[in-house]
Nanobody, 121 residues
Framework: QVHLVESGGGLVQPGGSLRLSCAAS????????MGWYRQALGKQRELVAT???????NYVDSVKGRFTISRDNAKNTVYLQMNSLKPEDTAVYYC???????????????WGQGTQVTVSS
């Protein structure tokens, strides 16, 4: 079993910054892509950013130039640095990881429990 635990959410004023972290633990043999998604109240979950195990990144247009995704493969951890935050960034942010738990196991998608980010004055 693999667990993803997020941290770093909270309340911040517009223009402020937050850094989210997500650590994978449990039976982890290898992690492929990792990413962050968000779901605002009344809206569908959307992709925010992804990063492959080789470091290639992808961002939704609305966060390009403001958010940076990174990962520490030795720690099985992915980060999301969020700068110049806007009220429309308010959402629950979820971590996602594509994991193989043993050398023979198939790859499987795992999700964290979510962390609330609120941008408000």
């Amino acid at each position: 079993q693999v667990h993803l635990v997020e941290s770093g959410g909270g309340l911040v004023q517009p223009g402020g910054s937050l850094r989210l972290s997500c650590a994978a633990s449990g039976s982890v043999f290898s992690i492929f892509a990792m990413g962050w998604y968000r779901q605002a109240l009344g809206k569908q979950r959307e992709l925010v950013a992804t990063i492959t195990n080789s470091g290639s990144t992808n961002y939704v247009d609305s966060v390009k130039g403001r958010f940076t995704i990174s990962r520490d493969n030795a720690k099985n951890t992915v980060y999301l640095q969020m700068n110049s935050l806007k009220p429309e960034d308010t959402a629950v942010y979820y971590c996602n990881a594509d994991v193989r738990s043993t050398i023979v196991a198939p790859r499987h998608d795992y999700w964290g429990q979510g962390t609330q980010v609120t941008v408000s004055s």
